[in-house]
């Protein structure tokens, strides 16, 4: 009966270290089993047990949003992609609202973010798509 709390103090010291909620779950369904062993149920109603206490907290920890998956969205995060925020000079725009732009020494396709004034000068890059970067006037001042 104890080597289920033993199991499931390890587990609970192994979320701790890693923290991915996963491990909680099986912590809660070996801590089950050792319950379902202190009232003296069969070996593998214990198994039964600690598996379904297991598998039923994954819903819960779903619905409450605690694995919600947190992503990153590469395209416009400055802190994943240092293009992000830095600055392109743009000649003219087409009708389509995209221009060519040189940037780091290549030539790029830049298209206007939406909602912003189709001016020419410097704009700053909120996002890249593949070769494609999206730009908006800097609110920097030129000098």
């Known amino acids: ?4 709390f ?17 491990l909680l779950l099986v912590a ?6 050792g319950l379902a062993a202190m009232v003296d149920v069969g070996f593998q109603w ?13 819903p819960i920890l779903r619905a409450t949003g605690v694995l919600k998956k947190r992503e990153v969205n ?25 221009a060519r732009v040189s940037y780091r020494g290549a030539n790029w396709q830049a ?7 189709c001016l020419t000068g410097p704009h700053e890059i909120v996002e890249i798509h593949g070769s494609q970067l999206t730009v908006a006037p800097t609110r920097r001042i030129s000098e």
Do not use: C, K
Not at 1 to 4: P, Q, R, S
Not at 8 to 20: D, F, H, W
Not at 46 to 58: H, K, P, S, T, Y
Not at 111 to 117: D, F, K, N
């Open 111 to 117: 298209v206007l973010a939406t909602g912003q004034p």
């Open 46 to 58: 214990q198994l039964v047990i600690a598996g379904l206490a297991a598998l039923a907290g994954l």
């Open 74 to 98: 590469s395209a416009r995060n400055a802190d994943v992609n240092l293009d992000i925020g830095q600055i392109v000079q743009v000649q003219a725009w087409s009708q389509d609202h995209t």
């Open 6 to 22: 033993g199991l499931s103090a390890l587990a609970l010291i192994g979320e701790v270290m890693t923290g991915t909620f996963y």
């Open 28 to 33: 809660v369904g070996l801590a089950a089993g």
């Open 1 to 4: 009966m104890w080597i289920w």
